[in-house]
């Protein structure tokens, strides 16, 4: 089922941010915290060091009308840098790959690709970008 979400970006401390997010809202994460170390190897791409493995790679928690706060650490030791403007995006979830796919177009006119949208390694046809009006989108559309 399609939905909308916020996806907030930490730099190191996304666990302790969501428990503390937890506590207000009283309510329990939706799944369990995925880890960095969850990323299956590829020799292609840099080996993750032992400080990040620990991080948050994605977290959900419902808050308020079925709204659901997303989340993960953006570690410096892997190229990220998090700060005012960067540190929120709006997430979309549509109900199929034709969608998300339009959307991210769409969205994208005289904007900025930030990941060209394709199948990613947790099953999900994914991209983002920052739309003409510097607005950050995911589009997330999971593979069955």
Request: aromatic share 14%; proline share 6%; hydrophobic share 40%.
């Amino acid at each position: 089922m399609a939905r909308v979400s916020t996806y907030l970006n930490f730099p190191g401390n996304t666990e302790e941010a969501f428990n503390f997010y937890k506590s207000i809202f009283n309510t329990q994460f939706v799944n369990d915290i995925v880890r960095f170390d969850s990323i299956p190897y590829d020799p292609n791409n840099p080996t993750i060091l032992e400080e990040v493995k620990k991080m948050v790679l994605h977290i959900e928690l419902p808050i308020l009308g079925g709204h659901i706060i997303m989340g993960t650490d953006a570690p410096k030791e892997m190229g990220f840098g998090v700060n005012n403007g960067n540190n929120m995006h709006i997430n979309l979830e549509p109900d199929s790959r034709e969608q998300a796919k339009y959307l991210f177009d769409a969205l994208s006119e005289d904007g900025k690709v930030e990941m060209p949208i394709q199948d990613m390694f947790w099953g999900a046809y994914y991209g983002s970008l920052i739309d003409k009006f510097g607005i950050n989108w995911m589009i997330n559309f999971q593979i069955k």
